[in-house]
């Protein structure tokens, strides 16, 4: 396991990266003190880890994890609250929207890999990614009402993840919902018992790596970006990708093999 820093006088590494092999790069945020919190520091090393991984061939999803007892509990307040100056806090509100646009235009899956809580900034990732499994005894809110400072920008992710009315729910209310509420929510696709939650999110990611790098990564970004369009816009944007996608050799080889009952030798192109 690798270890990322923001500079070299930390005293501990914020985020640790590690090979799961098949192509899975696993990202830890590791402020197990803070409940990985999302400072501006370790906002900067996940986003520098993410933009370098766009651009390696060798990556084929990622998986974000949480060390110590949970995912993430949101903006570290401390230094929310050290800001005085208004433009530092635009600063660093516009920092977070763009590690969480990060994650949506990402070329590659990225799964969510939940634990304990993920509140906040730290639901907001967990929204922001493509698919999320969470150990069953998993929490998650958006408390920010609680505290007099409105969950605005985790309720863009949120808003966009789950139905309106259940995004509201927790936007309003503040309070925790469970692992199997966040999943009837549409929050997460599944739960699974805590000592199963490597394995899960190892599976899920292996399923993905198999196929056409190259084809996962267009896919990825039309259904982003037809969610956006109204339904004749979309239907005509998804038909050119689609024709598009037709021409790729990945898409000649996997129509040859499944006819001739072979496994597909992708070349990612």
């Not at 400072?39 to 990556?59: R, Y």
């Not at 990622?62 to 060390?67: D, F, M, N, W």
């Not at 995004?167 to 805590?194: K, S, Y």
Request: charged share 20%; aromatic share 4%.
């Amino acid at each position: 396991m690798n270890a990322v820093t923001a500079s070299e006088t930390e005293q501990a590494p914020m985020l640790l990266r590690a090979d799961a092999g098949d192509g899975i790069v696993v990202l830890t945020l590791n402020r197990p003190a803070a409940f990985n919190a999302l400072s501006s520091d370790l906002m900067t090393v996940l986003q520098d880890e993410l933009d370098a991984l766009a651009g390696d061939p060798a990556a084929r999803a990622i998986v974000i994890e949480g060390a110590g007892r949970g995912f993430c509990a949101g903006h570290d307040l401390k230094e929310v609250r050290a800001l005085s100056d208004i433009d530092a806090r635009k600063t660093l509100m516009a920092q977070c929207c763009r590690l969480m646009e990060t994650v949506v235009n990402h070329p590659r899956p990225v799964i969510a890999k939940v634990h304990g809580i993920a509140t906040a900034a730290g639901c907001q990732l967990v929204a922001s990614c493509d698919l999320a499994i969470a150990a069953s005894d998993a929490r998650f809110a958006t408390p920010g009402v609680n505290i007099g400072l409105f969950c605005h920008t985790p309720m863009v992710a949120l808003g966009r993840s789950v139905a309106r009315k259940h995004a509201m729910e927790m936007l309003l209310t503040g309070e925790m919902v469970d692992a199997e509420t966040a999943a009837g929510f549409g929050l997460i696709n599944r739960h699974v018992p805590a000592a199963d939650l490597h394995a899960a999110v190892l599976d899920m990611a292996r399923k993905i790596t198999s196929k056409s790098s190259y084809v996962v990564k267009i896919g990825k970004q039309a259904f982003y970006r037809q969610l956006e369009m109204n339904l004749s816009d979309a239907y005509a944007y998804a038909s050119e990708v689609m024709v598009e996608n037709m021409l790729a050799r990945d898409a000649e080889e996997g129509i040859s093999a499944f006819i001739e009952k072979r496994a597909p030798a992708w070349r990612d192109e």
